[in-house]
């Protein structure tokens, strides 16, 4: 019969996992203590900022159970912070992970979901160092804190985007969205996990490795991801910079995938883009002569990064406006994720 | 009527969060940025190793909802993390908190908590740097990811207690424990709150100060947090030293409070000390030529800490010993707090 949690123990858990680290994980010399005293620690390196971010997956809330593996939850997890640390420019060192448990939970689940972890955090060089288990009735949930580092002084902010910048966007955004509709509508349907926008909700992928390059580069003036949906975060960067921004439609990438889904949902493809989307790609401002310096960077990588120039910075603060191809202006809100809020009906 | 969290939204709720935290926090000039960004960043110490620990709070496993006031919640989910970076001999530095809340929550109770983190981190001039909000139907939770500094090398583990030397003990234990039996006992009697083991139940406080003093004198071999109870951290720090140890039983600092109340509850006092109790005291172990500069230093902080010799470290690796006052040795197990293990009853 497969191992619970409850038959193990928590210490037993905590020796399973520091045992799978050991095996299937890294360790930086840069750690001095790792999992299994009261706290971890490390050894800073002269000349960097730490960026620290911590970001949070609730049961029922951010993942359905039943509906995702472990081994994708623990990806997930961990993705979202990989991508936060990428927005600033930086790579991601160590993680603590807090997991909220039930004890009738299979030890061989959460072995799984700390492979996902790993399977995110090896290719950095990057390792678990420390975390907390803990008993939780109401449902799970995974809280990571990832702690990275950047070059002083390179780290790229919200706040720094100025009149003029042009707007890039990576990727396609709106397709993990228009891959969870997919799978509430049809939730039965074993084969929409081969679907190319499903396979892009339970996967999610991030951009750190192209944020480092273009922080490394110097060549933008703030960057973001799209956690909070794509106008939610040009709004982020909008309000943080005290600046607006034109956006001409035509130029937003939507992928061929999105564009058939939307028309089976009979819905504007362009309201998946700009919406709420669990899509970890970049928004990057520059000023107008670094596009070509980007754009080469973008594939240069091990792997192209498609890039995309949608817009402009402009003065008018707050003000977020889409041209539309008739040459209509239509100004539109950052009507991004926002948790509490009650939500409209679709 | 009082705002909810789902009548001001997740982007409403943040700033408040900020203007509170820049109103009533401390900001620490090596923070290079904080709160409102993808990530927070900072400057590290050159000569000091970074300590990291994260400790959650879970409503209805850790605390009852009703039972204890949202300023006590936000100080004893501080404290138990302080108290980890006090136990390697640091001080805390930056703070990450990541709340999981219902819709419904009231904002004024919110700040409350988070005037609560601020009682405790302001003495060390620590501040909240980062953090996420999430909305949890199944319950509050708050995790914190603490961040502290020590000189390098300066860090006190578990692993380093050896045969011959002392063991010593921090204030009394078993206090909260019985506290917290107090309460659940009489849950409808309001004057239970002045007792003063319900006062140390409702309001933990923590060691750090005497954990670095420690440290920065380079006194202790070994040192460890009674977060899992005394025999279990005890225990702990048998197994990472590879050693066992030898306890007076008369010797244990049991208060009067704790054995009149034990009396009450036809028990022996010294079940409560050494089992599972939320005090956050100190288990030191150090050379016996030490133990005269280690009181000395328990006297010479702002406020005297109370010291008890308790005991001797041993080679029997993992025999922990009770000698009785009558001579006879009884042995042990580190029954400390494991969350997932079934219980017996009482």
Not at 23 to 42: C, H, Q, Y
Not at 207 to 236: N, V
Not at 276 to 288: F, K, R, V
Request: hydrophobic fraction near 40%; include cysteine.
């Amino acid at each position: 019969m497969p191992e619970r949690i409850i038959d193990i123990g928590e210490f037993g858990l905590i020796r399973r996992i520091r045992d799978l680290l050991n095996r299937e994980g890294r360790r930086s010399e840069r750690v001095t203590l790792g999992i299994g005293d009261d706290t971890a620690s490390f050894l800073p390196r002269p000349g960097y900022e730490l960026l620290v971010t911590c970001d949070c997956l609730v049961e029922g809330r951010h993942y359905l159970p039943g509906r995702i593996t472990p081994l994708h939850l623990g990806r997930r997890a961990m993705t979202l912070n990989i991508s936060d640390i990428g927005a600033m420019g930086g790579k991601p060192l160590f993680a603590l992970i807090s997991i909220g448990l039930k004890a009738e939970a299979l030890v061989q689940d959460i072995e799984e979901i700390y492979r996902g972890f790993l399977w995110e955090l090896n290719p950095f060089g990057a390792s678990i160092i420390g975390g907390n288990l803990t008993q939780s009735g109401n449902g799970m949930f995974i809280d990571i804190t990832l702690i990275g580092e950047v070059e002083q002084g390179k780290g790229v902010r919200r706040s720094g985007a100025r009149p003029g910048d042009v707007i890039l966007v990576t990727g396609y955004l709106g397709q993990a969205a228009a891959g969870l509709k997919l799978l509430l509508q049809s939730p039965d349907d074993l084969s929409l996990r081969k679907h190319p926008l499903v396979k892009i909700y339970n996967a999610p992928s991030h951009r750190a490795y192209f944020g480092a390059a273009i922080a490394e580069a110097g060549l933008a003036t703030a960057m973001i991801d799209t956690s909070d949906g794509f106008l939610g975060d040009l709004g982020h960067v909008c309000t943080e910079s005290n600046v607006g921004a034109v956006l001409m439609k035509e130029k937003l990438p939507v992928s061929e995938a999105l564009r058939e889904a939307a028309l089976d949902f009979h819905k504007d493809p362009y309201d998946f883009f700009l919406g709420e989307s669990d899509d970890y790609e970049l928004i990057i401002t520059c000023q107008p002569d670094k596009v070509t310096l980007l754009c080469s960077l973008a594939t240069r990588l091990g792997f192209p990064v498609p890039l995309t120039e949608i817009g402009r910075i402009t003065a008018e603060a707050g003000n977020m406006i889409i041209i539309h191809t008739d040459g209509s202006r239509h100004s539109v809100n950052p009507s991004g994720w926002d948790h509490f809020r009650l939500k409209e009906e679709d």
